[in-house]
Structures are given as C-alpha cells and as structure tokens.
C-alpha cells in the first residue's frame, strides 16, 4: 500500500515577525505562525470528510513546521497531498498575508514513517524552497501606490465589518479564545480598532494587529491554567490582571501617539530586555529522529506521567506494542491505520518538548511576579513573541530580563531531568565520545553523559533602551546566544547551560558580532550554570592557588555564588544581601581597571607575562629593567621625585596589579570581594586550560559583569535567590544527616 508524507513549513519566521517595529503586530505575527497546524487540521478534516483524523495521520506537529501521512486507505493519496498543500498555502495567503508557506510530499519507501524518508523529505522542501519566490514578491509593487506606514508594502483598505466579524468568530469557536468580564459576547474578542482603520497601513499589518489581541490572550490563558489548573474560573480574571491590552503593551515598551490616550496604561519602562533562548542540542536530535529512537525504543513503555500539563499525543495515549530494534524501523501490515511505533516516538518528542517549553515560560513568569510584589511593584510586563520548539524569545523590563532567563533555564533543565523520555535523549543531546565506533545499536559508554539527566539551553539577554528597535535587540540576544553555545557544547566536555549578557549603552549597532566583540578579554561571560557546570568548572577558577575554594564542595550553584559577588561588590554581606557591611567596591576604580583592561588585551600574548615585574622599573642606558624590592622601598622614602631612581611601570599587567593590591590594602570591602570571586569560574581557564593568566586578571575581569549585574538586576532579586540556594543545601544536608548510622 502505498503512502505519502507531506511537509508544510513556514519560513523566514524571524523576517515575519520582525518586519515591523511595532509590538502589537509582533504579537499577531508570532500567533499566526502557530495557527499552520490548525490550518493542516481543517483542511485535513475536509478533505478526509471526517471529524476525527486517523491515528496514522499525523508525523510531527510543532510550532511552524508540520509532516502529516495520507495512505491509500485515506483515498488517492497523491490528489490528497496536492490538495492539502494548495488549500493550506491559499490559507496562508488570505489570512496571514505576508507569511511565507511552503508546501512539498513525497512517496514513502515503506508502508510506515521511516527516517530515511523523513531526512529525503527534508532534502526535497530544501531544494524546492531555494528556487521559490519570496512571499513579499506576491504583493504589487507600482510608483502609484500608496506605502503601508512603516512597511515597504503597498497600503491597503481597512478591514471591512465582515472581516473582523469573521474573526471574532474564528477566534471564540475555532481557537477557543477567551471571553474576559468586560466584553460583549458577540462581538469579543476586538479586532481592527478605530485608530488603526485610519492609518495607512498594509494588509499584513492590518491583520496582524486585528490578531494581536486574541493572540495576548491565548498566550496569557496558556500561562494562567499551568498556574492554577484546577481553578478555570480564576483564570479571566488574571488574564485582566496580566493586561491583554496590546496597546497598553505597547505604551510601556514604545513611545507611541496611539497608545498615549489609553486608559489605566502600564509604566513606561526605564529598559527593555530582549531574551533569546535555545536549547543545547534539540536540534540534533530532530534531525535525526531515526538515531534517537534507537536509543530510546526500550524505554518507551515504561513512561510515566509527565511532571507538568501536557497535550494528548494523536497517535495513540501509548505506543504500539514493543518490537525489538535491529536496525530497521518495525513494520506493520499495509491494511494497518495504527502509527508505527516511530511514528508515535516522533510526536512524543514534539508534544513533550513544546509542554515542557510552555512550563518552563509558565514557571519563569511566576517567579517574576513573585519578585516584583516583593519589590512593591504591580505588573512586570511579560510578553513571549516566538515559541517555536526548544526556540523561545521574550520581552520584558530590562531589570527582570536575567532574573526571567536564569529561571527558564533552571525550570527547563529541571522538567527535562524528570521527564522519562527527554532526560534519555540527553544523553544522546550531549555527543559521542571522540573515537566511539559506529553501532547500529545504543551502548551508553559511546557517549559523554552516562545517564538520564537534563537538556540544557543557552540564554542570550540584550537590554537596551526604551524605543529601541526590536529587531536589532533580537539580533544582538541571538548572537549572545551563539557565543554561549560555543563555550557550553565545548567538543568532549558534557554540555552546559549557558547565560551571556549585553548592556547596550550605545543606541548604535551596526554588527552585533562586532559589538561583542569590544568588550572581549574585559569580561567572564557567558557564564556557564545549571546540573554539569560543577564538572566544567573544576579547578578553573579566578583562584588557582592550592587554597581555591574549588578544593572542597561548593554548596551553592554557580549562579548564586555570582549573585553572592554580585552582593560583594555593593558591599552587603555574600551570605545574607539583607545586611550592609557600608564597604562597596569604589566605582571609580572599577572603571578604571575596566580601562586598563581594555589595553591590556591589545597587549601582545607574548608580552602578558611580566611576573618578574613588582609594578616599578628603573630607568638604565635608556632601558627599562625591573626594579627590585629593595630600590622601590629606598624610593619611597625619598622626599624627592627627582631622587628617585624607579618610576611606576606602564604596562597594563602591572597597571592593573598595582591597582588591584592597591585596593586589597586600602580599599574597604575588597577583601570580601576577592574571597567572593575565589571560586568563580575563569573563562579564559576554562577555554583553555593550558592558559596561565594571572588570578588578579582573572578576577579583575569580573567587575564589568559585577557593574552590569549590579545595575541591571531587581532590589530583592539577590537575597530571594541566594536564600533558595542556601535552603536547597540545607534541605539536602540534613537529608544526609538523617542517614547517618542508617541504611547507606
């Protein structure tokens, strides 16, 4: 019996959602991106003249990309897959104008979803989407024609009454939209408002904008039932609560006229954090599903329920019956409209991972709101606008940009480890050993992690100024996100979840790479945290003396030891933020070191190593000699500078010693400083471990991150996070305690 696998994918999502400046049509385009796979389903539906799509049907399902099956059994398969592709597309055209959909199907090689189907398929949609136009060529481009404001497309008429009736509909019925207190049931949720049927706008910002609304609330009902699930009649008013108001939105990230005239809007923000976070090594799974399942086959019937809501895989509640794997995906017989076991393993994969992501955001948010009430404050505006996979970009203030991605991070890592599926696929996500052989069967000691454990993620935050352009934000947050993938999935090592920072002070970027890049050598980012940073980090510290306090056990996360430096240099005490010892590091000198950082690293590596040199030299036939201990004290006494034989030396290793003795000896707060930096991990060190910088550069490094973390993180956000660490430790060593003398 032959079948068909057809794949409809949306491409070019960042160009989609981005091509404009304004937040509300970002909303909107993030959300119609997300309705292709309701638009597969409803076409599916009427193409098959069912209410009810086959198990086998589905073969992926995530945000922006789908596979589905048709078999002879379903009709004329081929028709089928033209069909579906030409109806979709056309959906496409007409209710997301400006989104770009492309279509492909091929014939399956077997009876059943394979992986080497699935990777031809993917060669095919590559092929075909390289030679296809893009979709902003489908709109007229005349001298004539009016500009859409803000867009290079054509303007266009504002929607008609029909138009916006029918997406009102659309929304209550089909995407079950909530209805909020306020709203007239019959006409809810708004669409087009009355200032945007005046402005000349092009039809993707029209319907993007109408979108906006019913995408804010979706998104906020999403987070509110993981909050309170067993409460569904708490959730409009907490909806009301978060504000679905885009316009109100808006107002606190943009200056905008529009939004000026709005009633109850939220405080504008003093920054804007951009957050782009990816999952470590997801992508190599999903590229080769067929590997992935070989190792996890075995596992499959043993699954327990999930840690968190979740969404009911179609293909089955469990997977087929078990058949040992040989290399060969199991088959069934061709009459069979059940989904191979594959088939379910795939859209397990998806449906698990797209829940965890949605948790983790639900998890993330709330830890946000718990901290603004601590820090008297009534909203913290939160708002994701790409959900795609492990793919995740959120806006928010700028001083709860970290706070929120460090979360993600550790909620992420902590559902993946308790997850029965994805905590295996870690080991997978993690990498072979260099040499393992080739099998065509799992063996554990071929790979890096040796068991279940989490799937880590690396977080980019860029925080900028009110009215910055979103997509350069989002440009700069993505590079941050590559840099700290390139130090967590060093080659050989286990993975580790990664944050790196920006603090944007020049409203120019004209190269994120190159931005970054200014500030190398000057700093100890990205920093690496969460379940495998313990191992990396090692005897790499700022400290690399026999007395490291790597020696023995740290009892905090490495994240929490940086707040605890953090708490340090504002001269509060690292173990309780609460109390002030009134001895911040000086700030003046601070940025002094930074300077002398920032010569230093333009110093040739050959001429880094001046050890020898105790800060002063002596002036001898016209050349520089070191001067000795004993010089320099005589010099000192000496009342005179003419007298004096020795002068301070120039170069910036010694610059930057001096100034850094200087301060241990009569700056208050610095020793505390130090004694904090200790274990804090040397990025330098930790790229190459054969690299013997000095301990003073290396803790010197971290007081530009001190200054961005010091200025850039909430009052109460360093105390509430040290505080959990410290009781997560405390549970954990009176739970050893209690086995003492005990069963071990």
Excluded at 21 to 36: H, N, V
Excluded at 259 to 271: C, E, G, I, K, W
Excluded at 625 to 649: G, L, N, V
């Amino acid at each position: 019996m032959s079948n068909y696998l057809v794949m409809l994918q949306t491409n070019s999502n960042q160009s989609f959602i981005f091509s404009s400046p304004r937040l509300r049509e970002q909303i909107g385009a993030s959300f119609e991106i997300t309705l292709l796979s309701k638009w597969v389903k409803d076409k599916a539906e009427e193409l098959l003249d069912t209410k009810t799509l086959p198990s086998s049907f589905w073969v992926s399902d995530s945000s922006g990309k789908v596979i589905v099956r048709f078999t002879e059994a379903d009709g004329y398969p081929t028709d089928l897959a033209k069909r579906l592709i030409q109806e979709v597309t056309l959906r496409a055209l007409t209710d997301a104008p400006g989104l770009d959909v492309t279509g492909v199907f091929i014939e399956a090689t077997s009876n059943t979803v394979c992986a080497e189907d699935l990777q031809e398929l993917d060669r095919v949609f590559l092929e075909y989407s390289l030679n296809r136009r893009p979709a902003a060529a489908r709109f007229p481009q005349f001298p004539f024609l009016e500009r859409g404001s803000e867009s290079a497309l054509p303007a266009s008429p504002k929607l008609s009454a029909d138009d916006c009736r029918e997406m009102r509909r659309y929304a209550r019925e089909t995407l079950n939209v909530p209805l909020l207190t306020n709203d007239d049931t019959n006409f809810s949720p708004p669409t087009q408002t009355d200032q945007d049927a005046q402005d000349s706008l092009s039809l993707p910002s029209r319907i993007k904008r109408a979108w906006s609304r019913s995408a804010r609330r979706l998104q906020l009902q999403e987070v509110v039932s993981r909050w309170a699930p067993d409460a569904p009649d708490t959730w409009p008013k907490e909806i009301e609560r978060l504000n679905e108001d885009p316009f109100q939105l808006e107002g606190a990230f943009q200056d905008l006229p529009q939004a000026a005239n709005s009633q109850d809007t939220l405080t504008s923000l003093s920054s804007v954090g951009v957050i782009h976070i990816d999952g470590n090594g997801v992508g190599a799974i999903m590229r080769d599903l067929g590997e992935a399942f070989k190792k996890t086959n075995n596992t499959l019937d043993k699954l327990t329920k999930p840690p968190y809501l979740r969404m009911l895989n179609p293909c089955g509640k469990m997977p087929p019956r078990f058949r040992s794997y040989s290399g060969k995906l199991p088959h069934f017989r061709s009459y069979s409209r059940k989904p191979p076991r594959f088939q379910w393993f795939i859209m397990e994969v998806n449906y698990r991972l797209d829940d965890i992501v949605k948790e983790a955001i639900a998890r993330s948010w709330a830890d946000v709101e718990y901290l603004a009430n601590d820090d008297d404050i009534d909203l913290v505006p939160v708002v994701p606008v790409l959900v795609g996979g492990d793919d995740v970009t959120v806006y928010t203030d700028g001083r709860y940009a970290i706070p929120f991605a460090e979360a993600y991070i550790r909620h992420y890592e902590r559902l993946t480890k308790d997850d029965d599926l994805l905590s295996v696929l870690a080991i997978v996500a993690g990498g072979k050993k260099a040499g393992a052989p080739e099998r065509d069967h799992f063996e554990i000691e071929d790979y890096i992690i040796q068991e279940p454990g989490p799937l880590t993620a690396s977080a980019g935050v860029a925080i900028v100024g009110r009215n910055f352009p979103f997509h350069i934000a989002y440009d700069l947050a993505e590079e941050l996100v590559k840099r700290g993938k390139k130090l967590g999935k060093k080659p050989g090592t286990a993975p580790c979840s990664t944050i790196d920072f920006h603090v944007l002070r020049d409203a120019t970027v004209l190269d994120p790479e190159d931005t970054l890049n200014e500030y190398k050598g000057r700093t100890q980012r990205p920093f690496l945290i969460g379940h495998y940073t313990p191992d990396r980090i090692g005897d790499a510290t700022t400290t690399s003396s026999e007395e490291a306090p790597t020696t023995t056990s740290q009892p905090l996360s490495s994240w929490a030891r940086i707040l605890q430096a953090v708490a340090a240099f504002d001269g509060k005490k690292p173990d309780d933020p609460t109390q002030t010892t009134g001895d911040p590091f000086p700030r003046a000198r601070a940025n002094r070191i930074v300077k002398l950082l920032a010569e230093y690293v333009n110093v040739p590596k050959d001429d880094k190593a001046r050890s020898e040199c105790l800060g002063y030299v002596v002036l001898k036939d016209n050349e520089e000699k070191f001067a000795t201990q004993e010089q320099i004290d005589k010099d000192k006494e000496k009342p005179d500078d003419a007298e004096r034989i020795t002068k301070r030396c120039e170069h910036p290793s010694c610059a930057i010693r001096l100034e850094w003795t200087n301060a241990m000896e009569n700056a208050r707060g610095t020793k505390a400083l130090v004694k904090a930096l200790g274990p804090l991990p040397s990025k330098t060190r930790l790229d190459d471990s054969d690299e013997h910088t000095e301990d003073c550069i290396e803790q010197v490094r971290w007081l530009l991150d001190l200054i961005d973390l010091s200025g850039n993180l909430p009052d109460g956000y360093l105390v509430s996070r040290i505080r959990r660490d410290a009781d997560i430790s405390g549970s954990a060593e009176a739970a050893d305690d209690s086995t003492e003398g005990g069963a071990k």
